[in-house]
């Protein structure tokens, strides 16, 4: 008798079987087994969506407005006449299947109705509101960040690198050019000194249109929202008298774009709630609300879809459900106390069918979970006829622990490719620092500015109602140390590339009074700067230098240098 036992694998193959078969010790005997199968889940992030209600269900949502409601009733009624008439029953309802056939929808000889056929249109909430269904369940989406560990790192890093640095203010281009065609110095001191005032009265605006989170915690919550699901929502409230008085943060789970793009639908339990775009005017079409909210909609760009965007996990998906189903692995295989899968055999005696399933019951799950545990199987002796032999041989010939290992970094790798994160950015140590800092250079120019830039348009548009001569500006990550930042802001002030002032608005430092006009240096200054300007060259031509005997040697002690007096 031959059993194969263990969790993943419960295999008797054709080869054993035969050789089972023409033993001598074969015996034909039914022994009755019962697997320990388990039934496909169901897929809960469907289940999570509420647009995939029926009308019965929505029918009941808060602050429907009545004529929608009288509307979509006569739009599903004509569902059920088109079932009567075409079916010849008087069936009250229309069941599933018909309303996804093309049997609702009247035809004639060789020809049809090119009419939209009712009873798919208003199956659920994506065709009673008219939205659209996103491309991919954003709830399983919004799922992979929580459970992914290399796609919650990749998304942090890009969080905080893109919008979680701050951010500041800036003159455009017109208001510079009017300063610099200013020739009154004294009212061109006036107006920097007015813009100066500007900047601080703008944040203090912006941070008050939310009095629970900071505007960079609502552009963190954003855009991890569009880093998730491919999608961010910001919403928009107005006063009675048109100016904007709230600004914050919609979970994008629950928002669904409308098929004429004139606003949004979110429903969160009993209620929906229709939001305009951003700057519409257009009368609300589905609840009583006369004055909505409006709605600034970011979204990753796909060719395949332009009503919602897609995440840069999706290039990645092999990847992440391969790495999840490895995690998953080496779990039940530890919760197994490590004991890997056997066959075990007996010849020579015959288990009763209660011990065998006992035995059978005991190392399918009584080693789950249990520290200690003994199975104790009684063998008669052996007989000058027969041998009695048990044996128990695993089936797997390499060491489990930690199974996959290279599989799982590969698939790691993958995730932070999709992203175009470096390991760097998440604190790993796989490459030296000279390549860290090259791929920080290329994070930054490649991924983090661009997309900085792109949400800067957007938030212009909430700022142009305020003010229209700053800008705003994400704060940058930072490649140079505060040193070589300034050594070469000096070169570009005392060369007269840069004046001052435009040096001081880089450090984000209030404007100087007399920081308009370029640095005029003394004959002194002047002198010590030509006659220390080949020695300068020199001594940073030596300190670039990789460390050798001559170079060590040639550098002064303690930093000391030479002086041109």
């Known amino acids: 008798m031959t059993l194969v036992l263990g969790k993943q694998h419960k295999i008797l193959t054709i080869s054993m079987a035969r050789r089972l078969l023409m033993s001598d010790d074969f015996e034909q005997t039914y022994v009755g087994a019962a697997l320990n199968t388990q039934e496909a889940a169901e897929n809960q992030f469907a289940k999570s969506d509420p647009f995939n209600s029926d ?45 996804t056939s093309a049997g609702a929808s009247q035809v004639g000889i060789d020809s049809g109705s090119k009419t939209i056929n009712p009873g798919t249109v208003y199956r659920n909430g994506y065709g009673i509101f008219d939205v659209i269904t996103p491309p991919y369940n954003l709830y399983e989406l919004a799922n992979f960040y929580d459970t992914s560990f290399a796609n919650h790192a990749a998304i942090d890093a890009k969080v905080e690198n893109v919008v979680g640095l701050g951010y500041h203010f800036e003159m455009n281009a017109q208001t510079m050019m009017k300063l610099s065609a200013s020739t009154d110095s004294a009212a061109t001191d006036r107006a920097r000194k007015r813009i100066e005032r500007l900047k601080i009265d703008t944040r203090e605006w912006l941070e008050s249109l939310n009095s629970d989170d900071s505007f960079t915690s609502i552009m963190e919550k954003i855009y991890t929202d569009l880093q998730a699901t491919g999608n961010g929502y910001l919403e928009v409230g107005r006063k009675v008298n048109g ?35 951003f700057g519409a005017d257009n009368v609300n079409p589905l609840t009583v609300d006369t004055r909505p909210n409006e709605v600034i909609h970011f979204k990753e760009y796909s060719p395949l879809n332009t009503y919602y965007g897609v995440p840069d996990i999706v290039a990645a998906l092999p990847s992440l459900i391969g790495d999840t189903l490895a995690a998953q692995y080496n779990i039940d295989y530890f919760e197994n106390k490590a004991v890997p899968r056997y066959i075990i055999t007996l010849k ?27 199975l104790y199987i009684p063998l008669p002796g052996d007989s000058d006829t027969s041998k009695v032999e048990f044996k128990m041989e695993p089936i797997e010939n390499s060491v489990q622990e930690g199974s996959f290992e290279k599989y799982r970094k590969q698939n790691r790798d993958d995730i932070l490719v999709a992203h175009q994160v470096p390991i760097s950015k998440l604190g790993g140590s796989d490459s030296g620092i000279a390549a860290a800092m090259s791929q920080d250079r290329t994070f930054k120019e490649q991924i983090a500015r661009p997309e900085q830039e792109k949400m800067e348009k957007f938030i212009s548009k909430i700022l142009k109602e305020f003010t229209d001569i700053i800008e705003f500006k994400f704060n940058e990550l930072t490649l140079t140390d505060e040193i070589a930042q300034s050594q070469i802001l000096e070169r570009y002030v005392k060369n007269q590339i840069m004046l001052p002032n435009e040096a001081r608005e880089i450090l984000d430092l209030p404007q100087a009074a007399h920081g308009d006009t370029p640095l005029q240096l003394n004959a002194k200054a002047a002198g010590d700067a030509m006659a220390n300007g080949n020695r300068a060259r020199d001594a940073e031509r030596t300190n670039n230098a990789s460390d050798t005997p001559a170079t060590v040697a040639g550098r002064n002690p303690k930093g000391e240098g030479r002086s041109s007096q």
């Open 243 to 277: 100016e904007i008085g709230y600004i914050g943060h919609i979970p994008s789970t629950t928002m669904r774009v409308r098929r004429l793009r004139d606003g949004f639908v979110q429903i969160i339990g009993p209620r929906l709630v229709y939001f305009r775009n």
């Open 348 to 374: 020579g005696a015959k288990l009763s069918a209660d011990a065998e399933d006992k035995m059978f019951r005991f190392l399918q799950t009584g080693l789950k979970s249990q520290s200690h545990r003994t």
């Open 55 to 99: 009308w019965s269900t929505l029918k009941d949502l808060s602050e429907l407005e009545q004529n929608f409601k009288r509307r979509t009733v006569r739009n599903i009624s004509k569902a059920v006449d088109t079932y009567s008439s075409a079916t010849m029953t008087r069936s009250p309802q229309p069941t599933d299947a018909y309303l």
